[in-house]
């Protein structure tokens, strides 16, 4: 009876607090591992084009990396769900020395950050009569969601977004080899009805034979028709390995040496041509942001969105 009374008020008064204190404890942990300090929001970046370091405020960055990497006629919430990604991408960043350009967070090159225009570069790739409120509308986008970022597991989230799936997007360890747990294939079947959702690319066979001969010197050089053996593809539907005149390749390495939009292909041959019919656009990991905009089209918000390509996230503010 005794251990009956002590067990109830264990559970009744003692494991809340317990539990309520984990809770602010983790909330604290968070806080502790995000070098971003609340008072002083700034980050360097690199100008690649004139190689010079620059510093400003976080929210100012955001505004010119979301009118550099996402269409500004896209819906407010996946405009809002960008800025959410982008934000948790740098934040994911700081206080990491990346060898590439060291004395600076994040750099503009989007290849390997993130594009970023100033407002007058912005301004400049937009209809005259719309600059002005494709701009607002984006520094809306950003200051909406101000300081909001995605955790998972303790982790802040590496965000990783392009332009549009094939349908689904692909798990990450099927593209970089690195297994995330919100990095994972989910369904993004509206890609499906963008007006480029299909692309082709044709080469010679002499032509491929020479841009995968530098891939793999045992495929021979030379205007022989190639042979395609298996295909074998990933979750998302990317090709994960082809072989060709019986070696393997990648997908992900036919898509770069190739210039493919995206490693989700057919390649159909006959005697002077290798053709690939390529669906959607980008390497396929996290949010497709065309994806995103038909979500946000379709009335979700941008906090659904971001849940939808993100698995298992939460959204804390700093
Ligand atoms: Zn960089």
Redesign the pocket.
């Known amino acids: 009876m005794k251990k009956l009374l002590l067990f109830m008020t264990l559970a009744i008064f003692i494991l809340p607090v317990l539990m309520g204190l984990s809770s602010r404890m983790r909330e604290e942990d968070l806080k502790a591992a995000n070098p971003l300090d609340a008072k002083n929001c700034k980050i360097t970046y ?1 100008e690649c084009e004139s190689n010079n370091i620059k510093e400003c405020e976080l929210e100012e960055y955001l505004v010119g990396v979301l009118a550099a990497e996402m269409p500004a006629e896209y819906e407010m919430e996946a405009l809002k769900a960008q800025a959410v990604a982008a934000r948790s991408y740098i934040v994911s960043r700081l206080g990491e020395e ?1 060898p ?2 060291p004395g600076a967070v ?2 503009d ?1 989007a290849n ?2 993130k594009a970023h225009f100033d407002e007058d570069e912005a301004k400049s790739h937009w209809k005259k009569e719309k600059a002005k409120g494709y701009w607002e509308k984006i520094k809306n986008a950003v200051d909406e969601t101000k300081g909001e970022y995605m955790v998972c597991e303790e982790q802040v989230v590496e965000a990783f977004f392009f332009a549009r799936s094939s349908g689904r997007t692909e798990n990450s360890e099927d593209v970089w080899g690195e297994k995330r747990p919100y990095l994972k294939s989910v369904e993004s079947a509206e890609d499906k009805t963008h007006p480029e959702f299909e692309s082709s690319a044709q080469f010679s066979h002499r032509n491929a034979r020479r841009i995968l001969s530098a891939l793999n010197p045992k495929i021979k050089t030379g205007d022989k028709p190639l042979e395609i053996g298996n295909i074998t593809r990933t979750t998302g539907g990317s090709v994960a390995t082809v072989e060709i005149d019986g070696e393997v390749f990648r997908g992900t390495d036919m898509r770069r040496v190739f210039g493919l939009k995206s490693a989700n292909f057919l390649i159909n041959t006959n005697s002077k041509t290798l053709a690939f019919t390529v669906f959607g656009y980008g390497h396929g990991v996290g949010m497709s942001q065309f994806g995103a905009n038909c979500m946000a089209g379709n009335g979700e918000k941008y906090t659904e969105i971001l849940s939808h390509y993100y698995t298992n996230i939460q959204i804390i503010r700093l």
Request: with cysteine; net charge neutral; charged share 0%.
């Open positions: 690199l990346n590439q350009h994040v750099c090159n390997h950050c």
